[in-house]
C-alpha cells in the first residue's frame, strides 16, 4: 500500500529538483526525506531514484508515481473538503491564498470581510508573496489561490494544470513629484525623463521589468533606477520625499497619493492585468473565495 505522505514527498523533489529544496519546504531534514522516499519504494516494488553525482534524479517508475500522485491527491483534497463540508452543513475548511501587496490591501483583504460573514465555516489564510514564487507553491498544494498581475507585453507562462480568471484590468500611470518641472502637463513624454532618477520593484520581478522596458521603448534611454522595494507604498514615499519618478497601476494610486502628481504617459499606454489562479480542480470552499475575490475586485 503507497503512503500518500511519502507520494507528497516524492512530488516535492521532483518539483524542486535537490533533497535539499524539497528538505527546505516541508521542513525536513534531507536524510529523513531520503529514509522516507527509500520506504516508498520498498512499498512500489520499484527504483524510483537514480544518483546523478551528488543529486539524485526521478527513474521512469518515479516520474509515472508522481504523475498518479498528483490525481490521489487531488482526489484526498475533494474528499476532505467534502466531509468538512458536511459536517458544518455549508463549504468549510481552510483555504490558503497569497496575493501581492496592493491586491492584498484592494482585493483580499476586503473578500476576507465578507467572507467571515457569508462563509464563517471557511478559514482563509493570506499571505503577502509574488506571483513568481507564489505558482510553485500552488502547484505543490501549499496554497489553494493566488493572486497575480501580468504587466502588457510580458505573458506569464500557461500552465494547464492551473485555472485563470481575471480581476482587474488596470492602466499604468507615470508618479512624478508634485513640484516636477513637468508636473503640471497632464501628458508627460518618458524622453523627457532621461535623467531622471527612477523607483521600482526588485530584479527579477514583472514591475521591474516593465518600468525598464517601457524607458527603453517608448523614452529611448537606459533608466538610473536608485531605489529598489517590492513594497509600491515605499515606492510612492521615495516619490515624494527623494524626487525619484516610477510607474505604477492605478490600484496603488486608488487610496490617493498627497505629495506626487499622477500623469499618463504620451508615448503610449501601458496595462496590468490582476489575475486569480487556482488549481482546476477547485473544492467548495476553494469556489467560495474565488467569487468573494471577484467580488471585491474594484
Known sequence: ML????LRLLRELHARGTMHGAARALGYTPSAISQQLAVLEREAGAKLLERTGRNVRLTDAGHALVRHAAVLLDGLEAAEAEVAAIAAGHPAGVVRVSAFQSAFLRIAAPAVAALAQSHPGIRVEVTEAEVEESIPALRLRQL???????????????????AREPLV???VRLVLPENHPLAHKAQVQM???ADARWAACQPGTGHRAMQIRACRDLGHFEPDLRYASDDFLILVEMVRTAGACALLPDLVLGYGVPGVAVRTIAEGTLHREVFLL?????TPAVEAVAAA?????P
Do not use: F, I, K, N
Open 293 to 297: 475575490l471577484h467580488h471585491a475586485a
Open 191 to 193: 524622453a523627457d525623463l
Open 278 to 282: 487556482t488549481r482546476t480542480t477547485r
Open 169 to 171: 484590468q488596470e492602466q
Open 144 to 162: 489553494d489561490a493566488v493572486v497575480g498581475d501580468e504587466y502588457s507585453g510580458q505573458p506569464r507562462p500557461v500552465h494547464t494544470d492551473l
Open 3 to 6: 503512503d500518500l505522505r511519502r
